[in-house]
Structure formats: C-alpha cells, structure tokens
C-alpha cells in the first residue's frame, strides 16, 4: 500500500457556501452512492444539499447527536463522514461515510475515519463507535477491518433499501483499542 500523505487528508466542518461543490460530487457518484446510502434519491439539487449542510451546521451549534465533517483531498471535497446515533449516557456512536467514485481506492476513507476515531474518541469522549455496513458492501467492511474494527455479528436484515432487506455486519471500535493503535 501506498503511504497516505496526512497533510492532504483534512476534515472539515459542515458550511453552506460548499452546497453546490457537495451536490455535484454527489451527483456525479449517484448510481454508486444509492446503492448503500438511503438519502441519495432525495438528494435532487444543490437546494438539497444546502439544506443538509445547514441542517448539521445548527446541529453543531445545538449539541446534535450527530457530529458530521467534509473530506478534502489537497483542498479538494471528496466526500462526508460522520458519528451519528451519538448516546451520551451510553457513549457510544455510528460511523457513516461516503466518498465520490473519483476518490475511491487510494485510502483516503481510511485516514479519513482515522481522523473522525481520533475526535470520537478525543473530543467528544465515546468509549464506543461502531459501523453498520451491508455483508455484500465489500469496500466499506474492508475500511472497517482496515481499521481494526472488531466484527460483532450479521444483523439480519439490517439494512432497507430500494424496496430491499439486505444483512448487514456489525463491527465496533472501543476507545482503548484505539488508543492501541495509535
Ligand atoms: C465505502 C467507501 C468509502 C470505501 O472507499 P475506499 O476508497 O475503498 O476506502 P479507502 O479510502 O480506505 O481505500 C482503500 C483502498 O485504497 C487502497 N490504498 C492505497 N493506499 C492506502 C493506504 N495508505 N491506506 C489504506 N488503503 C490504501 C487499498 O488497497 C484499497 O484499495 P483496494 O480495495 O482496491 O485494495 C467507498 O467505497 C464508498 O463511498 N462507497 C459508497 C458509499 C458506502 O457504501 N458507504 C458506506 C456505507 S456503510
């Protein structure tokens, strides 16, 4: 594998002046992205893309359960990725990320994730996160298991999309284990 230079990966947090260049990475990846993202067919315009990236910016502000960035690539957006179901008795959170076809391949998602772990389990003190990635998603299960992430079990029927149930593995990380590994 190739090294991943850290400087060109960063997380950004949600703006509305990114809608339209949100939109159109979504739009040019939409037949890859629907297949495992339910919010896909929904996303119609830019409007669409304004309103979600306002909609998390206030989030933000109000202690939402759900702490959502951009990935940029050498300053380039690239994709989302976000720690949502956030239980504050619990500790405990989801990962969910997505990149454009473009980016895919070159281990972008795994130095991003590692960016998010490191605030999940820094700043916003999650003692768990954990990700739900359908058994037939075999590029979003080996960023989990890049990772390290230990697989729990197969949901069944997990996951509903497109008028289909698909299983769905189940993989957490605990704040120790990262500690770990970093
Ligand atoms: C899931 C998704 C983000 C994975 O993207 P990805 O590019 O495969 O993941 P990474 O960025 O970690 O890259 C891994 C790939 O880069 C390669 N790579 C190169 N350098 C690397 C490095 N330094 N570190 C890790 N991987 C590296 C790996 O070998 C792997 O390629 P391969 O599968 O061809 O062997 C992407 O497929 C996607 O957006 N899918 C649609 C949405 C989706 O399913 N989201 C998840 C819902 S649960």
Known sequence: ???????????????VADAERLFA?????????????????????????RQFLAGVAEGARSGSACASWLIARDGELAGCIDIHGISKPHRSGFLGYWLADRFVGGGLMSEAAAL?????????????????????NARSRAVAERLGFVREGV????????????????????????????
């Not at 594998?1 to 703006?15: E, G, Y």
């Not at 037949?31 to 067919?41: F, I, N, Q, S």
């Not at 998010?116 to 037939?136: Q, W, Y």
């Open 155 to 182: 949901q069944r029927d997990g996951l509903h999309l497109h008028g289909r149930y698909h299983d769905a593995c189940q993989y957490s990380m605990l704040a120790g284990d990262w500690r770990g590994r970093r």
């Open 25 to 49: 990475l979504i739009d040019e990846s939409r037949e890859t992205l629907r297949a495992w993202l339910p919010w896909v067919d929904a996303t119609r315009n830019a409007e669409d893309s």
């Open 116 to 136: 998010a772990l490191d605030t999940g389990f820094g700043a916003l003190e999650l003692n768990r996160i954990a990700i739900v990635a359908g058994v037939a």
């Open 1 to 15: 594998m190739t090294a991943v230079d850290q400087k060109r990966v960063a997380l950004l947090p949600p703006d």
